[in-house]
Structures are given as C-alpha cells and as structure tokens.
Antibody, heavy 115, light 106 residues
Framework: EVQLVESGGGLVQPGGSMRISCAASGFNVSGNYMSWVRQAPGKGLEWISLIFGGGTPYYAYSVKGRFTISRDISKNTVSLQMSSLRDDDTAVYYC?????????WGQGTLVTVSS | SYDLSQPPSVSVSPGQTASITCSGDKLGDKYVCWYQKRSGQSPVLVIYKDNKRPSGIPERFSGSNSGNTATLTISGTQAMDEADYYCQAWDSSTVVFGGGTKLTVL
C-alpha cells in the first residue's frame, strides 16, 4: 500500500529555517517524481517544488532561492529545507507523488511562521 | 507563467449534473487532472489525463478537455460531493493549479 507521511512542521519565527520530511512506503522515491504542495489558510493549492530521481529540482517562483528539495534513497524520504521564512509561507505542506498528476498525497504538516 | 482559471463557486441540486470549468491558453494541448479537496482532508485525484478515473473514483465523475477549456462533470451529484475542486496541468516542468471551485450541493 502506498503511503506518504509528512513530519517536521511547527512554529518558526520570520526569517527562520525549518526542514520538513516525507516518508514514503509502498514504492521507491528514486523512481518517481515527488512534489511538495502547500495550502495557506483560506487559499487554494500552490505547487512549490518537484524532484525526480537524481535530476534537476524545480521550484515555484515564490520559493526559489529559499527552499531546497532533496531525497534520501536509503530512507526513502523526500525533504524540503525552508529558509528565510516569511509570514506568507504559513500553510499546510503536503508531499505528493507524481508530476502530470499527483496520485498519492500525505496528510500534510502545518508550518506556522509567526513571531 | 501559465495560468489556469476556474469559477470561484458552482451550485447544484442533489441528483443534478454539476460542471466545473478550467480555462487556459491552448489547454487542450496539455493533460489536465482534477482534485477533490474536502475541508481538513488531503486532496484526492478524481480525474487524470483529461478523462481517466483512478481506481475507486465513482463513475459519476468524468472529464473532458478541448481548445482552451477543460471540464469536470459530476453526474447525479450527491451531498458527499460538496468540496473544493482544483484543476491542474503540467507546463514547462512545473505543476500549475487552478484557483479552485467551491461546489455547493443545495
């Protein structure tokens, strides 16, 4: 059974950093596109990053230069290192499998940026 | 950047057909998928590659895509279908979401 479980969210101050992770089971992250998508309070879904195998990562303009996506094949996880966090980065962050369509999603982890 | 436009809201009576549109430049040249998002829950893929249904998605969900518009159709809408719906396309190695449509079943 395919499962995605996010972890690492919480409260962080503006300008701070946070790392969130996504543990995959039932498939290998190395052979799949993996995406991060977020939803700010009262807003719609926003794609923010994508990685495939050892290929070039892709980022939305809103996070480019601040966020870094990576994967650990040995642990079958995908992570998102977030820095220079701003108030408008407050959101539920989801990891999802896929590119042209996202067929499996995690339960999400809440990141709150506030002083 | 590529933009997808959806109506903010659509209302439908139980048992009737709901249609939610998604517009974008030459959208018919791309694959479109649709997600259902209930409050407090993770998104669920209901249509992929314009008109394919993942396993477990009811037959009342269907999709089409031509020209500049993709459409999600829900036939015989049920109260449980009340949710936000998002279209999504793939453009220049990025995932693009529409702004979402709130479906209200009155």
């Amino acid at each position: 059974e395919v499962q995605l479980v996010e972890s690492g969210g919480g409260l962080v101050q503006p300008g701070g950093s946070m790392r969130i992770s996504c543990a995959a089971s039932g498939f290998n992250v190395s052979g799949n596109y993996m995406s991060w998508v977020r939803q700010a309070p009262g807003k719609g879904l926003e794609w923010i990053s994508l990685i495939f195998g050892g290929g070039t990562p892709y980022y939305a303009y809103s996070v480019k230069g601040r966020f870094t996506i990576s994967r650990d094949i040995s642990k079958n996880t995908v992570s998102l290192q977030m820095s220079s966090l701003r108030d408008d980065d407050t959101a539920v962050y989801y990891c999802a499998r896929g590119d042209t369509s996202l067929d499996y999603w995690g339960q999400g982890t809440l990141v709150t940026v506030s002083s | 950047s590529y933009d997808l436009s959806q109506p903010p809201s659509v209302s439908v009576s139980p048992g009737q057909t709901a249609s939610i549109t998604c517009s974008g430049d030459k959208l018919g040249d791309k694959y479109v998928c649709w997600y259902q998002k209930r409050s407090g829950q993770s998104p669920v893929l209901v249509i992929y590659k314009d008109n394919k249904r993942p396993s477990g998605i009811p037959e009342r969900f269907s999709g089409s895509n031509s020209g500049n518009t993709a459409t999600l159709t829900i036939s015989g809408t049920q109260a449980m279908d009340e949710a936000d719906y998002y279209c999504q396309a793939w453009d220049s190695s990025t995932v693009v979401f529409g702004g979402g449509t709130k479906l209200t079943v009155l």
